[in-house]
DNA sequence: GGCATAGACCTAGTTTATCTATGCAGTGAC
DNA sequence: GTCACTGCATAGATAAACTAGGTCTATGCC
């Protein structure tokens, strides 16, 4: 069976949506599920994490927001990202590179090395 | 100029701790120095992070220590992994894979993409 | 001797970002 | 009518990092 969706590491949400956002306006709901899609189900985010994400996000300028209609008539938030917000999820994303190939280089020494404990 | 050490993300350092216990019984201070190293300096692990998750390790029985005198007559606190913490650590190590190619998936689509926002 | 620097351990309190749980409301299917 | 899904939101709990402090020892330099 497949596996249970994992939460999001403390610190790659705000990336995650800046880089959806980066791509086209969505609204909160739609990022939430496009983030589980495009993990391939790997990753799940929590409401109660997204919308203070999308807050945060709002008050540091890097995304703007506009209520607008949907085609059945119901009104949703659409959020879309700023000059500010690309900047930040360029910066971010080469740290979140960085710091994750480095955690790799740690961790992968041991996995795929059946010697180990053998010394 | 090489950039500032980074913090590790929430939930990766008892991972590298053991991953790092696993090749050799190492006390505190080294163990941080060692993932510095091996980073190649982009991992910093402040003590005040380090020797809670000792701690926590140790609780939950994924290490033992042991005090032990150095030749320089120094006492130091070693550590070294328990079957239950490799255990651990093939686990958070497998989730870390796929949590962290899941973001890469939703991340890349956008760095690399130089078309980006010409839509 | 005295002092600075690095090694080595530790804790208290703060911050941050997730979560769980809950609430509200509209739509569509049965 | 009621159930599932869409869609927004907040309050409080939790976890794990941080900052900032403290203690003690060894070593090298003047």
Redesign the pocket.
């Known amino acids: 069976m497949p596996h249970e969706p994992q939460?999001?590491p403390?610190?790659?949400?705000?990336m995650m949506i800046l880089s959806l956002l980066a791509e086209e306006p969505l609204?909160?709901?739609?990022i939430a599920r496009r983030i589980e899609e495009r993990s391939g189900g790997v990753l799940?985010?929590?409401?109660?994490?997204l919308?203070?994400?999308?807050?945060?996000l709002r008050k540091r300028k890097a995304v703007t927001d506009e209520w607008s209609t949907?085609e059945?008539?119901?009104e949703?938030?659409v959020y879309s990202i700023t000059r500010e917000g690309r900047a930040e999820l360029v910066e971010s994303a080469i740290r979140w590179r960085m710091v994750s190939s480095a955690i790799q280089k740690i961790i992968q020494d041991i996995k795929g090395d059946r010697r180990v404990k053998l010394a």
């Open positions: 939460n999001a403390p610190g790659t949400l705000d609204h909160g709901y739609l799940g985010i929590e409401e109660g994490s919308y203070p994400a999308l807050q945060r949907q059945n008539g119901r949703v938030r």
